[in-house]
């Protein structure tokens, strides 16, 4: 008998609060036809909560999916880092990875063309490693002042609240690094067939170091062991019509049905001797290390096994930042990175609250949390008690670990605002992609892909970007020029002109 009440006890209905409920379908009234009481405390919270359930979304990477599994070592890279999740062959770390697109909304569909996010959250014996990557080796620009403004042309217009080709390309076309990544995007790697089918990239440039102090440069590759598949334009186009979550759907079946995904982890990585003579700036999130000068190798095998519980406990609040380093791996000087550094950190406290590493799926498993951070919205645990909230202290507080640092190395150069001057251009790996990477039928998709979407856009935008494509390969600014009905002379000349020359000439 006891047994059967404690039962009832666990299944009955309660307020947040833990009082039992009576009643779930009928609100207090002053008789059967109301007005409804304010004393309906049960009522009032029901309805209080639902007008705040949903956080703010993120600005990018809004639509998403994510899973757990584990990371293991299959390589010795002791000689390059002494973090310890890496630290001996066959050793298993906890991971949670999402995935995403990037520009959309959350209703927006898992199709669309779209670079997707790959971040990667290591629970490890040191405090939680965030990876937060790409489907691409590349990206759009190198600067992080220039951020804002890309991304606010690859939303909506702020008039018609429509997606727009001239917003679209008028930044691209007038901002020629960006031509390697959109060479990328409207190639059938712009959209992915799933997530599993995919690869994952750090694109930026991070810095290793072993025990001794020696460092290293490196960049991160994960490897779908599925098989690379995409969509065709008419693929993509169908299923953002009848399955917008698709990809989000293919991913939980197979966890599901033990169909586990995975990636093997291959690393570029660069001396510093080798990273100064170096021909392409290995800073440079626009370019990629050509494999025949930096031959990967393999480190590891990345698994999917566990599918989320509570999507929006698990996933939606997952929070990634790429500041999040553990002793071994460093930041580099990369621009973008040291703003991304900055930026997540800042967006997860305006989304989530400052004290959103404390949600579970964020909180480090392994390692505690000892800091001296207090108080504030949400601080849902037992605050520290009553130890000291300041450093130094007589009291047995904590204390920093001299031996976490990372390894100096030398900077210098004056303040100021310094333009993009490495000797390399940013047409050359574009071309190289599109002539000597792709097959023919990759190319006859690329062109048609560009020929579309492009094709929307204003007359003179769509001759300034078809130039750019002209000065990466003559046949690819040329079949672009053909197919959209544009004087491939009049690209030519453009192309032959400077980028100030070439905006002066094609403005409004």
């Not at 990477?61 to 390059?80: C, P, S």
């Amino acid at each position: 008998m006891k047994k059967e009440k404690n039962e009832r006890k666990k299944r009955r209905l309660t307020t947040a609060f833990g009082i039992p409920v009576a009643d779930d379908q009928n609100s207090q009234t002053a008789g059967p036809r109301g007005p409804v009481l304010m004393q309906d405390v049960h009522l009032l919270e029901k309805l209080t909560h639902f007008d705040r359930e949903r956080i703010p979304e993120r600005v990018v990477h809004a639509k998403g999916a994510g899973a757990y599994g584990y990371f293991e070592v299959t390589a010795d890279v002791t000689r390059y880092t002494k973090t310890k999740f890496l630290s001996e062959v066959g050793k298993r770390t906890e991971v949670f990875l999402r995935f995403s697109t990037v520009g959309g909304e959350r209703g927006s569909a898992d199709a669309a063309r779209d670079p997707r996010g790959f971040a990667i959250k290591f629970y490890t014996e040191e405090g939680n490693y965030d990876l937060a990557g790409n489907n691409t080796p590349v990206f759009f620009i190198r600067d992080p002042l220039k951020f804002p403004d890309f991304i606010h042309t690859q939303k909506r217009n702020p008039a018609t609240n429509l997606p727009d080709p001239d917003m679209f390309w008028d930044f691209l076309s007038l901002t020629p690094e960006s031509i390697h990544q959109v060479t990328i995007l409207f190639s059938d790697r712009g959209t992915p067939a799933t997530f599993r089918h995919m690869n994952g990239y750090s694109s930026h440039t991070f810095k290793w170091y072993n025990d001794t102090g020696k460092y290293f440069w490196v960049q991160y590759h994960f490897k779908t062991d599925q098989g690379i598949k995409n969509l065709t334009r008419e693929e993509s186009r169908r299923l953002c019509g009848e399955d917008p979550d698709h990809a989000t759907r293919d991913l939980y079946k197979a966890i599901e049905q033990g169909d586990y995904p995975s990636w093997t982890l291959e690393m570029q990585i660069l001396t510093p001797e080798k990273a100064k003579d170096f021909p392409w700036d290995i800073l440079d999130i626009t370019k990629v290390w050509p494999h025949g000068e930096v031959p990967p190798i393999k480190v590891g095998k990345l698994v999917l096994n566990r599918n989320p519980v509570n999507y929006f406990a698990e996933v939606e609040q997952a929070a990634f930042c790429p500041g999040n380093v553990v002793p071994g791996i460093a930041i580099s000087p990369d621009k973008m990175l040291q703003a991304r550094v900055f930026s997540y950190h800042d967006t997860h406290i305006h989304r989530l609250g400052p004290n959103y590493h404390l949600i579970p799926v964020n909180a480090p498993k392994h390692a505690p949390e000892n800091s001296y951070q207090r108080d504030g919205l949400m601080r849902v645990d037992a605050n520290a008690g009553g130890g000291p909230n300041y450093w130094p202290n007589s009291f047995g507080g904590f204390g920093p670990d001299p031996t976490a640092g990372e390894p100096p190395f030398e900077l210098s150069g004056q303040a100021g605002r310094h333009p993009f001057t490495h000797p390399n251009d940013d047409f050359v790996q574009a071309g190289t992609l599109y002539r000597k990477v792709m097959s023919d039928k990759d190319r006859d998709h690329l062109i048609g892909n560009i020929v579309d979407h492009l094709g929307k856009a204003q007359k003179r935008i769509q001759l300034r970007q078809t130039a750019l494509f002209y000065k990466a390969d003559k046949e690819y600014g040329r079949r672009v020029a053909e197919g959209i009905g544009l004087d491939v002379n009049e690209v030519k000349r453009l192309a032959d002109m400077s980028q100030e020359e070439r905006a002066k000439a094609t403005e409004k």
